[in-house]
């Protein structure tokens, strides 16, 4: 039997994004640990061709493709296999006085916070989408899935 179906491409709107925060912070990890050479190495073997510049604007965001070839090859210079979980937990540290930490803290309590949870990620990345399961004062089961646009799954293993 075969199924056929129109193909669909996913139009440049609607391309899952990572926030140039995200890069801006991987950056500043790799350099922290493998000096400038460490950078332009990772940078070689994600195939970028961005300046050092681009890459460092917080403004810019990457598409999903970009953003998971910066941390492979960066994971590899600096030896760190969690490095995307270090930048996740290094983005989580927002300093005072920021647009978006002041916003987090109006909502009151990390618990609060959680709950609004898909709307924080937003602030990161576009890939995915994100749901509060169990929120308590001690604990909560965050869920979070590959975003999906105009009916088409994501690849995110590439």
Do not use: Y
């Not at 492979?72 to 290094?90: M, P, Q, R, V, Y």
């Not at 009151?108 to 924080?120: P, Q």
């Amino acid at each position: 039997m075969t199924i056929e179906a129109e193909p669909r491409t996913i139009g440049v709107e609607d391309r899952p994004l990572v926030s140039g925060s995200v890069i801006t912070t991987l950056l500043t990890m790799v350099r922290a640990r493998r000096d400038d050479a460490g950078v332009a190495q990772a940078l070689a073997l994600a195939g970028e061709s961005r300046t050092f510049a681009t890459l460092g604007d917080a403004s810019n965001w990457s598409t999903q493709e970009e953003a998971v070839a910066l941390i492979n090859g960066s994971a590899l210079i600096t030896g760190d296999g969690a490095l995307g979980l270090h930048i996740g937990e290094s983005l989580l540290f927002v300093p005072d006085g920021t647009g978006f930490a002041d916003r987090l803290r109006s909502l009151g309590t990390t618990e609060a916070a959680l709950k609004h949870i898909g709307a924080v990620l937003g602030h990161f990345e576009s890939a995915s989408e994100a749901v509060s399961l169990e929120l308590a004062h001690d604990h909560a089961l965050v869920e979070v899935s590959p975003r999906t646009a105009a009916g088409v799954t994501p690849t995110c293993a590439r």
